[in-house]
C-alpha cells in the first residue's frame, strides 16, 4: 500500500478547496497517468499534463509509448478546453525528446512518434477554442522537422489543405495561416524544398482570400517564408504578392504590409529591396490613411539602420528627421534606432542627423528625452572627440540638466561609457549627479537600485578622470557610498574603491612615495600617538601599578592594540572626570567656610587653564601646519598626488574599521578582499607529460616488469586526472613587490586580523573568507606576516560553522 501525502490550497470564495494528491510510490509517468486522468480535480491535471515532457525525459522509449501517447489521446478529446491546451502545449518539447530516444530518427524514415503526435495535433488545430489552436499550431512547428519528407509533403501539407478548405469557419483558415508561418519560421531554414513546393503555393493563395483577416495574417506568413525560400522565389512570386498587399483595399492590410518592411527588407537581396521595396515603402508613405501614413513613418528608421548605405534615399533621410519632432510614438521611434542608423550609415551623414538629435533633446515627451539619454554615449562613441566637442556636447549638458530624474538617470546607467568618449576636459563636468544620488537624510534607502549601477562603475569611471576630479569629485562620493543604507551598494563600492586603492598605490610605487605616504602617515598619528601616552600616564596616576602595562600597549603595532588603548583612554579620561567631580562634591561641603580662598584659588586655576590651552592651541595649529606641509611637499613630487589620495582613502576606511557597527566593519573588510586579491586571469596549464611504460626487461623477472609498468601507467593516469583538475584553474596575479610591502598594505591587512576575534559571526566569517583566499592567492603576502596563519587556526576552531568552513577552504 502506497502512501498519500495531500497538500491542501487556501479556500477561495465560493470554491471548495483544492487537494493535491501526491504518490511518493509511483514513477514519474505513473503518477502522471494517475492522477492527470479524467476524474481528478481539473487544476491538478493541468499540473501534471504539463510535467509530461520531464517524465518523459526520466523513463524509457518504450514506456512512453506504452503510458504517453494511449493517454495523449484520451485527453486530446477531453471536454475541458484547459486539458485540451495543455495537452497542445506538451505536444511541441515531447516530440524531440521523443526522438532522441529513438536510434531510426535519423534515417531518411524520420520519426515515428513525431508522426502519432502529429495525428494528436491535427484534432487540436480542429477545436473550437483558438487558444488550442495557437498552442497547437506552435507545437507542430517544434517537430516538423523531425518529420521524414514524406510525412512532410503529404501528411503536414494535407492537414493545412483542410483548415483552408473550410469554408464555413474563417477561424480555421486563421489557423492555416498561423500553421504555415510557424512551421516555416521554424524547420524552413532546414527544409527549404518543402517550403517552395508547400508553404509558398498555399501562403500566396490565402493572401487573395476575400476575408480581409486572413490576408492581414498573410502579410506576416509571407514574410516569415522569405527567409527559407531561394532568391528566385523571394524574388517573384513573394514580393508580387507582398506588392499586392500593399495596394489593398482595406487599411488594416497596408498597414500591416508597412510595419513589416523592415523585416522583408532585411531577408531580400539588395537589388530587391533597392528597386521594388524601397517604392512601395514611398507609396505607402503617401497613403492616405493616417494609420498607414504612421506605420510607414515609423519604419523609417529600421530601414535605414538595415539598408546599403547608398540606397538611403533623401525621402528616406528626411522622412527619418522629421520624425523626430512628430507624434510620441514617431518621436519614441526616431529615438530608438538613430544609434543604428548612424552605426549603419556612417558618421559622414552626422550632418544629416544632427537635426534630429537637436529636436529629440528638447522633445516635451520625457519617454523621448530619456530614450535619447539611453542612447548618447553610443553616438559619443561613434562620432570622435571633435564632433562630440562641437555638436554632440551641448544635448549632453542639456539632457543632464533636465528637470526629470528619468532623464538623468538615463545618463548616469552608461556614465562610464559617456566620459570615455568625451574629450578629457570635459569628462568632470558630467559628473553633477554625484552630488544627488545619495538619499536625503532622514528618508529610506530612496533609489538605490540606481546608485548600485553607478558604484559598480567606480573603478571604470576613476581611470577615465585625472587627479584632481578623481580626488575632489569622485572619491568623497565613493567613500560616502561605503556608508550607504543599502548593503549591495555598500559591497560595490567597497570592492571598486579596493581596485581604485590598489591601483593607486601601484603608480605611486613606480613614482617612489610609499615610503613618503607612510612618513606623512606616521606624521599624521602623532597626535593621536601623544594622546595616548598622556592618557595612559595619567591611567598610571590614577590606578598606581598599571604604569608597566601602559607603556607596553602604547609600543606595540596593530589596530587591536590601537583599539585596546582608545578604551584606556576612555577609562582614564572618566577616572578623571569622576576624580573632579568628587573633588567638587567635598570642596562644596567647605565652601560656605572658605569661600574667599576657593575664589582666588579659582581664578588661579581659570588663568593657568587658559594659558595651557592657549599653549596647546599652538602646538596644534604648528602641528597642523606641519602635516599640511608635508602633504603640499607630497603633493609636488611623482606620485605624490596617488599617495594623498591613498591616504584620505585609507583614513576613511580604518574609521570604518573601528566603528562599532558591524556592517562597517564588513565593509572594511570588503575593501581589503579588493585591494590584496587581484582579479584572476583564466589560463590553461601544460598538459602534464604522460609516463610510459617500461618496454625492456626487469632483471628480477617478468613479474616485477609487469607491476612496475602497471604502477607507471597508474601514475601517469593519476597526472593527466590532475591536470584536468586543474586545466580550469585561474591563475591568480601575484601583487607587485611595492605594493605589498608597503606599510599601508601591511596596516590594512592588520587591520583586518584583529577583526578575527570581532563578536560578530558575519565579520568573523568576512574575515575567514579574506586570510582563507589571501593563504591561496597571495601566499607571499600571507607568509610575511606571522599573525595570519594562527589567526586561520582560531577561526578553524570558531563556534560557528560557517566560519569553520570559511576558514578551512
Known sequence: MTELEGEEFPEAEGLPPVVFQVDTGLSPLQAVQEWAAEGNPPAQRVAYILSIPAAAAESSLDECREVLIPLLSQLAFDDHPDIKQATAEVLGPLGPILASKDPETAGPEGSADCMDLLVLAHRLLQDAERGVQESAASSVAQFAGLLSHQHRHEHLSAIIDALMHNFDDEQMQECAVDLLAKVAAAAGPQHPAWCEECALPRMVKLSMHRDYNIRVHAVSGLVALAGCLPEQERTGGLLSAFADLCADQVWSVRQDCASELAALAARLPRPAVRDRLLPLWAALVGDISAWVLSAARRQAGPLLAGIHPEDATPALMEAFVAAASGPATLTEACAHYLPAVLRNLGKQRWPELREAVDALSCSEYASVRVALAASVHQLAAMLGHEAVATDLLPVIQRLSADEHPAVTDSLAINISSLLAALPPSERLGQLGFLARMHPEDGSSCGQWRMRLLIAEQLAAIAALLEG???????????????????????????????????????????????????????????????????????????????????????????????????????????????????????????????????????????????????????????????????????????????????????????????????????????????????????????????????????????????????????????????????????????????????????????????LAADPVPNVRLGVARLLAALRNQQPQLAGSNARVAPALASLAADADRDVQAAAAQ
Open 468 to 754: 584632481q576630479g578623481l580626488a575632489e569629485v569622485l572619491l568623497p562620493a565613493t567613500l560616502r557610498l561605503c556608508e550607504d543604507p543599502v548593503a549591495a551598494v555598500r559591497e560595490a563600492a567597497a570592492t571598486q574603491l579596493g581596485s581604485m586603492a590598489r591601483g593607486l598605490l601601484a603608480e605611486a610605487a613606480e613614482g617612489g612615495r610609499l615610503s613618503s605616504a607612510a612618513s606623512s602617515s606616521s606624521i599624521s598619528s602623532r597626535g593621536a600617538e601623544s594622546s595616548r601616552e598622556e592618557a595612559a600616564a595619567s591611567w598610571q596616576d590614577e590606578k598606581p601599578g598599571a604604569g608597566e602595562a601602559a607603556s607596553e600597549v602604547c609600543q606595540q603595532d596593530g589596530s587591536a592594540q590601537a583599539a585596546l588603548v582608545e578604551s584606556m583612554q576612555q577609562l582614564a579620561v572618566s577616572d578623571s572626570v569622576a576624580g573632579v567631580q568628587q573633588a567638587q562634591q567635598e570642596g562644596g561641603q567647605q565652601q560656605a567656610a572658605a569661600a574667599p580662598a576657593a575664589a582666588a584659588e579659582r581664578e588661579g586655576a581659570t588663568a593657568s587653564q587658559q594659558a595651557a590651552e592657549q599653549a596647546a592651541a599652538a602646538q596644534q595649529q604648528g602641528q597642523g601646519e606641519e602635516e599640511e606641509d608635508e602633504d603640499s611637499e607630497v603633493l609636488q613630487q611623482p606620485g605624490g598626488q596617488c599617495a594623498a589620495m591613498v591616504q584620505q582613502i585609507v583614513r576613511h576606511i580604518v574609521e570604518l574599521q573601528r566603528s562599532s557597527c558591524h556592517r562597517s566593519r564588513q565593509t572594511y573588510l570588503l575593501f581589503c578582499s579588493a585591494l590584496l586579491l587581484p582579479p584572476a586571469a583564466q589560463a590553461t596549464p601544460p598538459a602534464p607529460e604522460a609516463a610510459l611504460p617500461a618496454t625492456g626487461v626487469h632483471e628480477p623477472g617478468r613479474e616485477s616488469a609487469a607491476s612496475e609498468a602497471a604502477q607507471e601507467v597508474e601514475a601517469a593516469d593519476a597526472a593527466a586526472d590532475a591536470g584536468a583538475l586543474q586545466a580550469d584553474a585561474p591563475a591568480w596575479p601575484a601583487l607587485s613587490a611595492g605594493v605589498a610591502s608597503c606599510g599601508i598594505v601591511q596596516g590594512l591587512l592588520e587591520g583586518a586580523l584583529a
